[in-house]
DNA sequence: CTTCATGCAAATAATTTGCAGTAAG
DNA sequence: CTTACTGCAAATTATTTGCATGAAG
């Protein structure tokens, strides 16, 4: 049994064909909107729905699968559930890479939820720039 | 002159009521969506348009007066532009807070950009939870 | 005056829904 | 078998655009 379909079943949902190619085309690429998702799909699954994907993209999110990765001034991005870390966003090319929590990062985190009269159940760091790749472009 | 005013003139934006009013809740309410703001301002200006409203919002955020806050499920918000933090948002009443950002945190940010091969432009860090009210009213 | 901003209505894009048919366990 | 999932088409919701009129500097 692979990877996603354990993810899936885990989960309580039925490992069908086109969970199993939305969550491996998003682990291929890392973060994708919707639209990238489905283009990307129906290239081996001609038959999928954009409606399938809306559909699958919110269960997985509310079953924690997938995590949304909302974006200034775009459409969000979906990726897999994993470990902690943080967004580098390119504001040319609008790709998103992931960097490791530092440990300090980490507990400055912690020490706030308990300074705060706030349960804090999950925590999101976006970084906005310009990566190296887009860099390299401008200056030539 | 009013402190919307001046902010409007240095981005070379014309001080319209339309614009006055949307800086005035925004700053009243802290964060809010496209909706929230068009309703809250017809209240004293009723013949505002939607239209007007998105139009501005793009221009303001485009002149950075304002600052777009991407939510993980949830339309933006926007704010008005202002010293680095960062927002406690609430899952429950969809509440945010924002919070000064710590020295910890502030280093640990600053030393990313030389690490990384990557220009720093902006960085922003939504804390996910639920609030002292809606706990409260849980509990009840 | 001159330029820029507004409001309206229409166009487009994004997301959700209901339902009959199909596949997974 | 039984329940959950899919695809389609239609409905909703969100956002953008063009243009004639009106207001700001």
Redesign the interface.
């Known amino acids: 049994m692979t990877h996603y379909a354990t993810m899936l079943k885990e989960s309580g949902l039925k490992s069908t064909f086109q969970r199993m190619n939305i969550l491996s085309v998003i682990d291929k690429y890392g973060h994708m909107a919707v639209d990238d998702i489905y283009e990307e799909v129906i290239k081996v699954h001609p038959s999928l729905s954009l409606a399938t994907v809306y559909k699958n993209i919110l269960l997985m999110?509310e079953k924690g699968v997938l995590v949304?990765v909302?974006?200034?001034?775009k459409k969000?991005k979906y990726e897999l559930a994993k470990e902690d870390h943080i967004h580098?966003i390119?504001?040319e090319c609008g790709n998103v890479?992931d960097?490791h929590c530092?440990d300090?990062?980490e507990?400055?985190?912690a020490s706030?939820?308990d300074q705060?009269?706030?349960?804090?159940?999950?925590?999101?760091?976006?970084?906005?720039?310009?990566?190296?790749k887009c860099?390299m472009e401008a200056a030539s």
């Open positions: 999110k949304e909302p974006i200034m001034g969000p580098l390119c504001t890479e960097k530092m300090m990062t507990k400055a985190f706030l939820s705060e009269a706030f349960r804090l159940e999950r925590r999101q760091v976006n970084l906005y720039g310009v990566c190296q860099r």
